[in-house]
């Protein structure tokens, strides 16, 4: 059985190039108009400017603030990430700043609520089409995956939590209605990142099957997990039967499951959502 062939670079530009236009047509048509602040370092970048045009009276051009907050996060990118992921980021965050800028204003409501709803969902897209490339946004964007590098699970709810202290001091200085709808924006944008980005999800597999051996060895070259196998009996019938316990990440799931029922149509396979994990388990490189 072959491994998942790796996405062609190509590809991975695309998807920059769309998650850069619909991150800059978020802040453009949801997040100024509305007077949100979007959470992350583009919300940070926003902010800045804000109080920038409201205690000293200029407005400097959105792509210079938030390049220079995304010096660190890239340098961190680049140290521990890998080359090919910095390289899109750099390309996602300069493609981001300067589009936002050039781009012409486009508000399609004036309701805060639906700004913060359908502002966030869009924002959460960006962010998902950044790390399907398997790159990033920048800033808040890398500090997660540098997270979960490390910790090996979805750090995304923790981010949130962060955005929401910044979120506070935006409340403080701005009023506390723009703070909670942002509080909104960035809620709801975690959660469609959480829903869409499956790299430190993990499912537990308990698959009965007649061809364990076939089916360990699909598990072992399509994911690098190893699986353990159990003998036992079948109360019903009283025939002696092998079960396999393995776990993958989500986004590994799908593609494992065809597998199993290409090897073995009667396998039986219970799947489970892991909540924790202690040892050792795989975990794809970034590059």
Not at 219 to 241: P, S
């Amino acid at each position: 059985m072959a491994r998942r062939k790796q996405q062609p670079f190509w590809q991975r530009v695309a998807l920059i190039v769309l998650a850069a236009f619909v991150m800059a047509f978020t802040i453009k048509s949801f997040a100024r108009p509305g007077g949100i602040f979007s959470g992350g370092f583009n919300g940070i970048s926003l902010l800045i400017i804000a109080c920038l045009e409201k205690f000293a009276g200029i407005s400097p051009p959105f792509a210079l603030v938030n390049y220079t907050l995304n010096l660190i996060p890239l340098y961190i990118s680049f140290r521990y990430l890998g080359k090919k992921l910095t390289i899109l980021s750099v390309l996602s965050v300069v493609l981001t700043g300067f589009l936002t800028d050039a781009l012409p204003a486009f508000p399609l409501t004036q309701d805060p609520l639906l700004v913060a709803v359908f502002g966030g969902i869009f924002n959460g897209l960006a962010v998902s089409l950044c790390l399907l490339a398997n790159a990033s946004g920048g800033g808040t964007d890398i500090i997660g995956l540098f997270m979960g590098e490390i910790k090996g699970r979805d750090c995304w709810n923790a981010i949130f939590l962060m955005n929401v202290v910044v979120l506070g001091i935006a409340g403080m200085l701005f009023g506390w209605d723009k703070a909670l709808y942002s509080i909104i924006f960035q809620f709801v944008s975690t959660q469609v990142i959480h829903t869409l980005h499956k790299r430190y999800q993990r499912h537990t597999l308990w698959i009965i099957t007649e061809h364990p051996e076939e089916i360990y060895q699909m598990i072992a070259e399509v994911t690098n997990h190893d699986a353990t196998l159990f003998k036992g009996v079948g109360c019903y019938k009283r025939q002696e039967r092998q079960m396999l316990y393995s776990i993958v990440s989500s986004d590994e799931l799908k593609l494992v499951c065809s597998r199993i029922s290409a090897i073995d149509p009667k396998a039986f396979v219970n799947i489970q959502r892991t909540e924790m994990l202690n040892g050792r388990f795989y975990q794809k490189p970034t590059d």
